[in-house]
């Protein structure tokens, strides 16, 4: 995939910009707070439907503006493609791909697929189970529809029997419910941890050798938290459900199943979260983005973009020269202050106060 151009009006501080991007490395240059940073928030939200830094769209508009939009022409195997976001304070998110208006968010995830890579992506490592089960999602659902429709269907689920586990009926009439929802339940999981283990399969081996190579001397395991024993996965969790069907009704929730699963990251057998270093742990995280690149370009034929916002900074030269080598080979957008040093072939784009120069 080759981003092309990039029009912004009225996101975040830019008011009307164009960007043009080429294939390789493209460095998004200027001092803090220009805006190098919303620039690589919009092409991830005409990826996955959302901003990956704030939760309210409206929030993204411009300051005293009514309406954003986001329009972005790019090429994939298939063609030319085009993608629209519309942003209003009044209404609903609008999104069009290739001037068609697209209904569901599930029609846009996978139509244009990134990498994104962002100080904030040490909570990968370090931070709570969720940010590791949002990373497993949004990395498969990018390559796989039926997944993501799994998991919609999961959560819708998931709510029905946990409103059941709290409400006030009597504890027979809770089990009789729960009879129904729990094999659904059980159905649907089993279909989104096989795709995760398949998934964690892939990644682990190129993670390993991304990490070797960028570090020299440390070895990267990665283990998906559910273990896979002797019975089909859908017998396990059924079994399991029944032994604690008494405890979930007492604590009002579900206590098991995706939901509630983890990514494990071990350095040297060392748990990364617990023992690894800031900068190990931010190398891991950067690891993992880099094989997901990998991943992906496996299943669907082509590289992702791949997004890097202010990762520069943070490695010693060596390591910056090693990430550099590897980003050539699929078009990078890499925001800093200041260009690095390299012999390599790069596209500048210098970014200030919303604006390109």
Sequence with gaps: MEIKEVKLNNFRNYSQAKIDFKNGLNFIVGKNAQGKTNLLESIYISSIGKSPRIRKDKLIIKFGEERAKIDIDFFTLAGKKNIQIFLDKQNKKAIKINNLNVLKLTELVGCLSVVYFSPDELKLIKEVPEDRRTFLDISISQFDKNYLYNLLKYDKILR??????????????????????????????????????????????????????????????????????????????????????????????????????????????????????????????????????????????????????????????????????????????????????????????????????
Excluded: W
Aim: aromatic content about 6%; proline content about 4%.
């Design 160 to 357: 029905q029997r946990n409103t059941i586990l709290k409400s006030n009926e009597s504890i027979n009439s809770k089990i009789e419910q729960l009879k129904l929802f729990t094999p659904q339940l059980v159905d649907t999981a089993e279909k989104i941890i096989l795709k995760r283990l398949e998934f964690v399969e892939n990644l682990r081996p190129i993670a390993k050798e991304i990490h070797k190579k960028i570090t020299l001397d440390e070895d990267l395991e990665i283990e998906y938290s559910y273990r896979p024993n002797d019975k089909p996965i859908k017998e396990d969790l059924s079994e399991q459900f029944e032994k604690i069907i008494n405890k979930e009704i007492e604590l009002g929730y579900t206590c098991l199943g995706p939901h509630r699963d983890d990514l494990e990251f071990k350095i040297n057998g060392l748990d990364c979260k617990n023992f690894a270093s800031q900068g190990q742990q931010r190398t891991v995280a950067l690891v993992v983005k880099l094989s997901l690149m990998e991943v992906i370009k496996n299943e669907i034929n082509e590289y992702p973009i791949l997004l890097l916002d202010d990762v520069l900074s943070e490695l010693d030269l060596a390591r910056q020269n090693r990430l550099l080598e590897f980003s050539t080979k699929y078009q990078t957008l890499i925001t800093c202050t200041n260009l690095p040093e390299t012999n390599l072939p790069y596209n500048e784009i210098k970014i200030e106060n919303g604006a390109v120069l």
